[in-house]
């Protein structure tokens, strides 16, 4: 029996350590830079919310500040509200764009939680009741049906931004 493969090569990279030359790759978004992919959704005086460039699921979102945080307990109030806020407006949207069964929802405190990026940013991942599938079981192959670009500009659309107001002024 000929067996196939579906393959990722680019996030080899990732897995390797090997990502762009910056201090903090969320900053890195938050200012424009040229030398990190941008996949902004959303952003405002006080958040952005990007898609995952590696997603878990179509829809996988990332909330976070602007304000460089690295710590849960360094968000005032305000940002803690603010962000809270976002992920009901992120949820809502979600629902209307890929109607899920689900979501999971949270942060990656600390290197022994998985944290890749210091910068404090939650999660949303839609979850959907048939997403496991013959790949996911026989071979551990995690399929993403929808590419987070084409993602990014309907949510985009929703949350009714443009590139020009997602781009650092």
């Not at 898609?51 to 968000?75: A, C, K, Q």
């Not at 803690?80 to 979600?94: D, E, P, Q, R, T």
């Not at 689900?102 to 991942?125: D, E, K, M, R």
């Amino acid at each position: 029996m000929e067996r196939s493969y579906l393959f990722n090569t680019e996030k080899i990279k990732y897995v390797k350590g090997e990502k762009p030359a910056v201090d903090c790759i969320l900053c890195a978004l938050i200012t424009g830079d040229p030398s990190v992919t941008s996949l902004t959704v959303y952003r405002d005086e006080m958040f952005m919310v990007a898609m995952n460039l590696f997603p878990f699921n179509p829809g996988h979102l990332m909330i976070f500040p602007v304000r460089h945080v690295t710590d849960i307990g360094e968000l005032t109030e305000e940002e803690a509200s603010g962000m809270h806020k976002l992920l009901v407006k992120c949820v809502k949207i979600l629902n209307e764009e890929f109607t899920p069964s689900g979501y999971n929802v949270g942060y990656n405190l600390g290197n022994g939680s998985g944290a890749s990026i210091a910068h404090i940013h939650q999660h949303v991942v839609p979850r959907y009741s048939n997403e496991v599938g013959f790949l996911d079981v026989l071979s551990g192959t995690r399929v993403i049906v929808s590419d987070p670009k084409t993602v990014m500009l309907k949510l985009r659309e929703r949350f009714g931004c443009d590139e020009s107001t997602v781009r650092q002024e």
